[in-house]
């Protein structure tokens, strides 16, 4: 039955052909192949694409472009509003119906900076000045309830402040900055009119333990968690992932093993109630028995022998190099976690203490796919700037994707392979959708789509490579900027893809002709539809 509504479906959609991926709907933007992406976020109706743009070669002068996007992918066309002089885009958040940019002069940390706030119905914009910060490097960017916050390094120190846009007042955040403290994660409560921080600090004996503190938009403590014991006196949180609470009760998902030795065990899940106690599950390769599904067959029952051998001796397996979370989603009935598993090459360039090991922050470009050494944050981490900084290299093994029932229990695990895709990235390459009982993982490589595809946990196909189209049978792809490409998932059944690329296409008058274009492509995915080729099982 559910075969047949994907079939009728596409059939409405009028694609070309049948297959496990289809492109449904495209728009672009003409633009240079090398000039600044376009920013995109998924809004309650649709898309906001967005950027700063230099009209002349070597000038100062920025104009702010959008666009915003229908489910359909319909434009009302592009905006641009005036950017003061110097100053470019350092941060965004979205906020109901209103749309907030961080722009910063120059590239030190002491430069002015100020927001624009765009109302997505009228789509006019409004400026209010931002004074009496700290000269920081801005790692995340926040609105809530008319309070800007922001976090990031100053001193080489991790702060957060509260900014009221009504009345300039400026609070500090307590408990924060300190040596040997990184901030995991920072997220909104709107629920409550609060905000929660995630920190991670080396105590009086080296021992690492999780802070979980939440304050209100005066900067305020309401509460604080601190996770000082856990597991054996040996294991410590490597990772941490704070879910949104459902009523007053909340979980946290990471990784955990011995940091001091760099090395991980497996996976905790902690239930943390309404009065701050918590409840800890330990999952380790024991209860991952597709933990090594990325391999051939031969491999992985080598690898499965080793684990046993370890179980049958009484210790805990280890998980060679990385083990990184990257995605929880929570349902009524579950919850479905993804985990990459990398190797790190070499760590030259590993200046990034204050920040999250998990590089999860929303713009921290440093990471990005597609910037160019004239990005603000780029020019400007930690100081100084980083012309010369190499980069850590990063040889990403395997991802891996659990589903959780409520009560702990494991319902499955699986894996699919990345093929030692190396890269100086460390961000997630992949990103899920959860669909009923099936399960996607796709990312690009190179000028390609590559898919995972569970169903009930079982795997159907794994690292599937799909070309990138166009929809007009008229036009073609000249190229890829393949450093631009990127994926991720939209909503239901539809992933995002965007870049730049060259078109080649044909004139009125016969003649042939190129452009280069920004895009933005709906992709559907349809495991069911897979066939394997012949030979394939």
Known sequence: MKQLFVLVLILFLGFKSFAQVEYVARFEVETDFFDPLFETIPTNQGLISFRTLSKKAFNNRRTFQYFISDLELNTDGLIELPVRDGFDMVGFDLEGDFFHVLFQRGYSTTGERYVLRIDLSTRKGFEYGLSNLLDMELAEFLVQNNSVIVMGVADTRPAVQVYDLDDKSVHTLQGIYGNDT????????????????????????????????????????????????????????????????????????????????????????????????FETKLYTLEDFPNFFNYLNERSKARKDREVMRNIEKNRVPSIRNVYSIRQAIETPEAYYVYFDHYNIINSRGNFRTPYSPMGMYRYDRFNRFGQNIFDPIYMNRLGSPQFNQLQPEYSYISAHFIKLGKDGKVIWDNAATFDDLNTEIRMAFGDIAVIGDEFYHAYVRDDEIRLAYFKNGEKVFDNLEVEIELMDETQRIAENNMETLSISHWFGRFYLLTGTQRIRYQKEDGSGASKEVFFLSKVMVAGDLYQPEEGQE
Request: aromatic share 10%; charged share 30%; no cysteine.
């Open 182 to 277: 990184q901030i995991l994660q920072i997220r909104k409560m709107p629920e409550i009119e609060s905000f929660q921080v995630v920190l991670s600090r080396k105590g009086q004996y080296r021992e690492r333990e999780i802070i979980i503190n939440t304050y209100d938009l005066e900067g305020n403590l309401l509460r604080d968690i601190k996770v000082n014991q856990f597991g054996d006196p040996d294991q410590e949180i490597m990772e941490a992932l704070l879910l949104p609470m459902r009523g007053y009760q909340q979980t946290m998902i990471g990784s955990f093993g011995l940091e001091r030795r760099d090395y991980y065990q497996g996976m905790y899940l902690m239930d943390i109630n309404e009065f701050g106690e």
